[in-house]
């Protein structure tokens, strides 16, 4: 096989009858022959995208981020912790539970600092975004919403796995073959294709109302909390377009977007958002 793989100059067709997929990634020990096997087999397997080794950072997990390995593991999601390639790291991934080597699910865990910071959103939102597009589903674990309902995350967190599960059976893998991860940041994709982690409830009773000025701040908070609880990752700007379009106006002014920044800050600072 080494001889193939040097000398081949336009193409090499692999022909195997087991994927890299296959092969427990904690059976197999670094800088052995079946690492290099495995790792050509899903490089073979995402058609050359794979130009780098996806593996664990050796960087330690948080409190928060141990607090949710320890209760999703306990609840039989096996999972690899800090795993990814270059600038691509993901806090969490869950493996098919009957193909250790199988990656289905990516789980993030975010702080209460990370709510307030735009860089790090926008950088994680297209991410996601071209995560996603290389076949992996996300699921994502806010702290508030952890410290405030543990049990109800854990739940939520077994439900996204298990369907994470049910999905890679019944597609028979990703777009590419493989949960393969992009060795470099190749920046933004086109399309926002975020599906929602879950459902919102009910919406606000808040009637339609000609002016911004006519809505109360617990109004608009309450309206903001309705559409970030679907669970998507929203930059402030995309917020606000959403705002927008629920208040029934027809443009984005600048008293509006002032008004809806404001309850924006006032639900961190409260730890809402």
């Known amino acids: 096989m080494n001889v193939a793989v040097t000398r081949a100059r336009y193409r090499m067709t692999l022909v195997s009858s087991f994927g890299h997929a296959d092969m427990d990634l904690s059976k197999v020990k670094p800088g052995t022959g079946v690492e290099l096997l495995r790792h050509y087999l899903q490089y073979a397997a995402t058609n050359g995208k794979l130009l780098a080794d996806v593996q664990t950072t050796g960087l330690p997990l948080n409190e928060f981020e141990a607090q949710v390995f320890d209760a999703l593991q306990s609840n039989g999601i ?13 806090d969490l991934v869950a493996q098919h539970p009957r193909q250790p ?28 975004q071209q995560l996603e597009n290389l076949g992996w589903r996300f699921h994502r674990i806010w702290s508030t919403d952890w410290f405030m309902r543990k ?6 967190a077994v439900a996204a796995y298990q369907a994470a599960v049910g999905y890679a059976d019944k597609s028979g893998g990703s777009p590419h073959g493989s949960n393969a991860m ?28 000609d002016s911004i000025t006519d809505y109360d701040a617990g109004e608009l908070t309450a309206l903001i909390r309705w559409i970030n609880s679907d669970g998507q990752l929203r930059t402030d700007d995309e917020l606000v377009d959403e705002m927008v379009r629920e208040l ?7 008293r509006i977007e002032a008004a809806v920044r404001e309850a924006i800050q006032d639900l961190r600072h409260r730890n809402l958002l």
């Open 78 to 90: 096996p999972l690899i912790p800090q795993m990814g390639a270059s600038r691509f790291r993901i």
């Open 101 to 128: 080597g199988r990656f289905v699910l990516a789980i993030e865990c975010d702080g209460a600092t990370y709510h307030s910071s735009p860089t790090a959103r926008d950088r994680d939102r297209l991410r996601q």
């Open 151 to 156: 049990d109800e995350e854990v739940q939520r």
């Open 182 to 209: 992009p060795a470099h940041d190749t920046g933004p994709v086109g399309g926002n294709r975020f599906a929602a982690d879950r459902e919102r409830g009910a919406h606000p009773s808040i009637p339609y109302r």
């Open 248 to 254: 029934g106006f027809a443009r984005r002014g600048a």
